[in-house]
């Protein structure tokens, strides 16, 4: 059952217009359910898709996405990596946001590594 966000141009109000299906939404006419104004506009809103783990794994697999790495593109490489953390549904912890983030603002791998503190985990202090 798709759904639709609109928001009424009098009251200021975002609500969702469900319906039955997509082919629908062109024989109806939502109307606000706070001030009953058919005066909308509709908004456009995040898709998601639902995966499984083994597909998104092949979808990593695929060589074109780790170009970023090949590249040595810090830009590049931070939206690979905010990408795989989303993808995976993981928590990026506050250190690895602040790389992330300097990756994505040009910052290069080696400048960002030497001004992190050595990591007690027993990597050296290696992010990349």
């Known amino acids: 059952m798709p759904g639709y966000e609109f928001r009424c141009k009098d009251c200021r ?9 997509i082919a629908d939404i062109d024989q109806e006419e939502p109307a606000c359910p706070r001030c009953s104004s ?7 809103r995040k898709v998601s898709v639902l995966t499984n783990e083994e597909t998104r794994m092949e979808r990593w697999a695929d ?3 780790l170009s970023a790495l090949e590249d040595e593109d810090p830009k590049a490489m931070g939206r690979l990596m905010r990408e795989m953390a989303t993808d995976m549904g993981e ?5 690895m946001h602040e790389v992330i983030e300097r990756l994505e603002s040009g910052e290069s ?3 960002i590594e030497q001004s992190l503190p050595p990591d007690d985990g027993g990597m050296g202090g290696d992010l990349f």
């Open 13 to 21: 109000h975002v609500f969702t217009f469900m319906v039955d299906s």
């Open 38 to 44: 058919t005066n909308l506009t509709r908004l456009i």
């Open 63 to 65: 060589p074109s996405r």
């Open 91 to 95: 928590d990026v912890d506050p250190e």
């Open 109 to 111: 791998p080696e400048a």
